[in-house]
């Protein structure tokens, strides 16, 4: 992806933009089902320990919540999904220690404040403010992928076992193997490997295989 040339904030307006809103629910769709959650949209706030509006005081960035048992493995996996995104569309990215922008795409250190690593920063332009259009919001969703991949299985680790998931949380198809890895990462499996420690609740959400 290209990141878009990033947009200061200049101030306070009256809440979350429609982009935002778009972006917030299309990663939730894509993510709340391994235990990622909101953290919120608008806020009329400096960034902490400065006099710099932040993003949020515009409605133009969204904090993705990564579970405890979830770090950093689940937010590595949103973070690599993001930096495929289409061009223009995110102009920055916070997350585990590192900042993500045209001006350092593979990331730099962040050097003061919040570290975010209990959950990712994610900031659209004035440019994608009023709303994603059908494209982006299926390129974040990575459709074309799910269409594309002959199996469309991901791979979570759980309570030191790896088990393969169908991708919808269906079905528990059963434990994985180096085999099993190195033929999801041959055909691109990309965002359906996602060692990430499970929590219980979404294990129980999981029905069991039983052959007939």
Request: overall charge negative; glycine content about 12%.
């Amino acid at each position: 992806m290209g990141f878009a040339q990033i947009d200061l904030a200049r101030g306070c307006t009256s809440g979350p933009t429609h982009g935002a809103v778009d972006l917030a629910n299309t990663l939730l769709h894509r993510w709340a089902p391994f235990g990622a959650t909101s953290l919120g949209i608008f806020n009329c706030r400096y960034i902490t320990g400065t006099a710099t509006w932040s993003v949020h005081a515009e409605g133009r960035a969204f904090d993705l919540g990564i579970p405890a048992s979830s770090r950093p493995e689940l937010g590595d996996a949103v973070l690599r999904e993001l930096l495929r995104a289409p061009d223009q569309l995110l102009q920055r990215v916070l997350w585990w220690g590192q900042i993500y922008d045209r001006e350092t795409p593979e990331g730099r250190p962040i050097t003061r404040g919040d570290r975010h690593e209990t959950h990712l920063h994610i900031e659209i332009p004035w440019s994608v403010a009023d709303g994603l259009t059908g494209e982006q919001i299926a390129a974040l969703l990575w459709e074309s992928d799910r269409e594309r991949d002959t199996m469309p299985m991901l791979i979570v680790a759980y309570h030191g076992a790896q088990w393969i998931v169908a991708g919808d949380l269906t079905s528990r198809v059963g434990l994985a193997d180096g085999a099993d890895v190195r033929t999801l990462d041959a055909i691109g499996g990309g965002g359906f490997y996602l060692p990430a420690t499970l929590s219980e609740g979404l294990m129980a959400k999981i029905p069991e295989v039983r052959s007939t």
